[in-house]
């Protein structure tokens, strides 16, 4: 289909038409079409109106391969005109490809007093692209319904299963101002857009839009995408808007997006704005893998913001964001702001990573942020993270702020594993989170509440900071986490001539301050007033070096001081002081004011006050030990074994301390059965009956008595001698004793208690032995600790 000449030279654009004419009563006639292909090109186009007081007709068509549009502004429109009074005719189109190209369309619009008609395409693929230029403005290829007048503007459904692209592309539904013409002023309600696909890519400043310039609300934006949604230099935006020096009264729409994954790049945005009399909308993304804002050269905002206008009379939206990670980088920016009279929406964020990279070639901010600006009369946002780990690098931040009379949002980060802050970005931007009143505002700033992270790592920089740089007072900072690292780093609740804010630590671990960090709650930081603010530390241990200059400080100028109080186990490398030093100080003083408190509650018992360097070489353990039992020169050590007693020794210097054993009988010497050091069966087991064999001559010594118990003394439980036959005592758990596992016998010992005279078997000496039944071991001992070298006369087995 396309024009046809007018025999003048000229052309007359050929199409379908089903109309209502002025002054015409009735409705207009339907518009099918069945068929395989359908091309519709060069001006050529199907419309279905109305002029008068009837309906427009529906436009239906089914294409089995494919419907194209190629230079065909208007190639497919339903509409009800100015005087018309009457509904739209909806637009179906059902096709397995559909293309418009250089600025082809299909449209759906009311000028009059009745509804736009709907807009439905159900097809596999949609492609839109190759737009013209005109006046050097691109000429989109568009899909849309709109409303002017007093109706309201249709919804556009668009289905397509494998794909949607946009190659300088607009799909819409919009409320216009109708320009200079006040009868032209729409007052409906803008339709809705929703869109289900496999994937959805624009590009090259393609759009979708919900809009109102009018008296209407805006409609909303839907998008499932199955496989991805990728802008690239695109927006997908609803907004209430303001035109020729009038405000729109209405709302703007909500934006909603559930998919695989969501990619923002080189200006690619999601807006929810209003600079009318109505409310900003919120923006829901719930994705299962991941979302990136990545900008580009071209420094165009990249990102996602819900934003009331100057002039704007309303609440900002809410962002809400759900996904398997958040990527931000090089420009990218997720913002809730008001400049208008009403408050900023808040961010709400659930993802397993979360990742802020400020290292941006054009210098923008990367991150998290909830604004005030000074044209605000209403509060930032609050700012609500929840993840498995967070990253803030080079310049990255999360950060509530307000520049006027509203207060700063709160930040509350949820983090079950790691929370990294790090760095500065090439333009001196620190890695931080943060909510802060700023050098004109008058509200007060947020708190930060951090919890449940394992390990905590602020470090190169970075900051976790509350604070006021104007009449405004600061925040308080809540961190609870197994372990904080502070490395160059710093957190902060300073003001410059207000009240500090105070500062909380709960850390199960230890708290490390290292190369200059500090932990300020100072307030008059610009020699103002303002008293120091407080800061409460639980931890097990606070490690500092001395000379590194780590601070922990409640100070002031003509305030007083704020108070520390600190409960650990240990603190090292710092101490309180009286004033700042060049080392590390725990400080709450005033230069003009009075000093405020510091109180360190340790237990009465604790480590020395101060960090040992261990000696570089280890100590020897063979030369540290006496050999008690003297070998015999025709023997040989086969074994020992260590007895610790209730003195709780360890059995080496390098073993561990060992819990007091439970005390064995001592073996009888039978000499009828005992067998000698020479005996070939002596270590077979233990209480054989084997006959001994020819008795092996012994070295001079002692003779043995048998022990008969233990005694209690001042110095602890140990064998007695014969001389202190004054003790009586009971035999205790006699049970059975093994020396060795391949001893198969283990003998059990008497179990009556019996009172003692004799309490152990001692030489002339006072020197201790025990003798020990069927086994031709002999072992003597010192006083402390029951040391003994089992020796026998053998070389056939070993111990």
């Known amino acids: ?35 395989q292909t359908l091309t519709i090109a060069d001006g050529a186009s199907i419309n279905s109106f109305t002029r008068g007081q009837g309906n427009a007709g529906n436009i239906v068509i089914e294409a089995s391969d494919r ?25 179906v189109v059902r096709t397995a490809v559909l293309s418009l190209s250089e600025g082809s369309s299909i449209t759906s619009n009311t000028n009059g007093q009745g509804n736009a008609g709907s807009i439905v ?68 309600r803008g339709g809705d857009v929703r869109i289900t696909t496999g994937s959805l890519k624009l590009t090259n400043r393609s759009q979708l839009l919900a809009t109102s310039s009018g008296q209407g609300s805006a409609g909303n934006l839907t998008i499932e995408a199955r496989d991805g949604i990728e802008l690239d230099d695109s927006s997908l935006t609803t907004s209430i808007s303001k035109l020729n020096g ?35 909308g919120n923006i829901t993304i719930k994705v299962q893998d991941h979302i990136v804002l990545e900008g580009g050269e071209n420094q165009r905002f990249t990102g996602i913001a819900s934003s009331m206008l100057p002039g704007g009379v309303g609440q900002g939206g ?34 397993n990573w979360l990742d802020l990279n400020g290292a941006s070639q054009s210098g923008s901010l990367v991150g998290i942020v909830s604004v005030a600006t000074s044209e605000s009369k209403g509060n930032a946002g609050n700012i609500d993270i929840m993840a498995n780990s967070v990253a803030v690098t080079n310049g990255g931040v999360v950060a509530a702020s307000t520049n006027a009379q509203g207060q700063a949002g709160n930040v509350t980060l949820q983090v079950r594993d790691r929370l990294l802050l790090s ?30 992270p394992k390990t905590i790592r602020i470090e190169n920089g970075a900051g976790i900071f509350v604070g006021s740089q104007g009449i405004g007072q600061a925040g308080n900072i809540r961190l609870a986490a197994e372990a904080l690292s502070v490395d160059r780093g710093f957190i902060s609740a300073e003001t410059t001539s207000t009240n500090g804010g105070n500062i909380r630590l709960d850390v199960t671990d230890a708290i490390v301050l290292r190369n200059g960090s500090f932990l300020s709650t100072s307030a008059g930081t610009a020699q103002a007033g ?126 561990p301390l060992t819990g007091t054993p439970i005390l064995s009988p001592l073996a009888t ?68 004793v093994s020396l060795h596992p391949n001893f198969n016998h283990q003998e059990s010992y008497e179990q009556t208690p019996k009172q003692q005279t004799n309490d152990s078997l001692c030489d002339a000496n006072g020197d201790r032995h025990l003798a020990m039944r069927d086994t031709g071991i002999n072992t003597t001992c010192n006083r402390i600790a029951i040391k003994c070298v089992i020796t026998r006369s053998t070389s056939s087995n070993t111990l």
């Open 318 to 351: 809410n962002i809400q964001l759900t996904s398997g990670s958040l990527v931000l980088a090089n420009g990218g920016l997720i913002s809730s702001a008001t400049s208008g009279q009403g408050n900023a929406g808040n961010i709400t964020i659930q993802t």
């Open 423 to 452: 760095g500065v970005s090439p333009k001196g931007q620190r890695s931080a989170i943060s909510s802060e009143t700023e050098k004109n505002g008058t509200g007060s700033a947020g708190n930060i509440t951090i919890v449940n």
């Open 1 to 35: 289909m396309g024009s046809a000449p007018d025999g003048n030279g000229g052309f007359n654009p050929s199409g379908i038409f089903a109309a209502v004419e002025a002054k015409g009563q009735g409705n207009a006639g339907q518009i099918r079409i069945n068929t």
């Open 530 to 655: 303002g008293n120091g603010g407080n800061i409460t530390i639980n931890t097990s241990a606070i490690v500092a070096s001395a000379r590194e200059n780590s601070d922990i400080r409640a100070n002031a100028f003509t305030g007083s001081g704020g108070n520390v109080r600190i409960q650990a186990e240990g603190i090292f490398g710092i101490q309180s002081r009286s004033q700042p030093t060049p080392e590390s100080d725990i400080t709450a003083s005033s230069q003009l004011g009075v000093q405020g408190e510091v109180a360190i509650n340790q237990p009465d018992v604790q480590p020395a006050q101060g960090l040992l360097e261990l000696p570089t070489t280890p100590i020897d353990a063979s030369n540290q030990i006496a050999q008690t039992c003297a070998n015999r020169t025709a023997d040989r050590p086969i074994g020992e074994f260590n007895i610790t007693g209730r003195g709780n020794l360890p059995p080496s210097p390098i073993d």
């Open 67 to 91: 419907v194209s549009l190629v230079n065909a502004i208007g190639g497919i429109d339903s509409s009800v005109t100015r005087r018309g009074v009457g509904q739209g005719g909806n637009i």
């Open 121 to 188: 395409i159900e097809t596999n693929a949609l492609v839109i692209e190759k737009a013209p230029t005109q006046n050097t403005l691109p000429v989109y290829g568009a899909i849309l319904s709109n409303t002017s007048r007093q109706g309201n503007a249709g919804d556009v459904v668009i289905y397509a299963r494998d794909s949607i692209f946009l190659d300088n592309g607009l799909i819409s539904s919009d409320v216009l101002d109708g320009g200079s013409r006040s009868d032209l002023k729409g007052v409906g």
């Open 246 to 280: 009038s405000a729109s009264i209405g709302s703007a729409g909500d934006i909603n997006i559930t998919g695989r994954s969501l990619v923002l790049t080189n200006g690619g945005n999601l807006l929810a704005v209003s600079a009318g009399q109505g409310n900003a």
């Open 669 to 736: 010497l039978d000499p009828t059965t005992a067998s000698y050091p020479n005996s070939p069966s002596s270590l077979s087991r233990i209480g054989a009956k084997t006959p001994p064999p020819a008795r092996a001559e012994w070295r001079s010594q002692p003779p043995i008595i048998e022990a008969q118990g233990w005694i209690k003394t001042a110095e602890g439980d140990h064998p007695g001698c014969p001389g202190s036959r004054s003790h009586t005592h009971s035999s205790i758990d006699r049970s059975p």
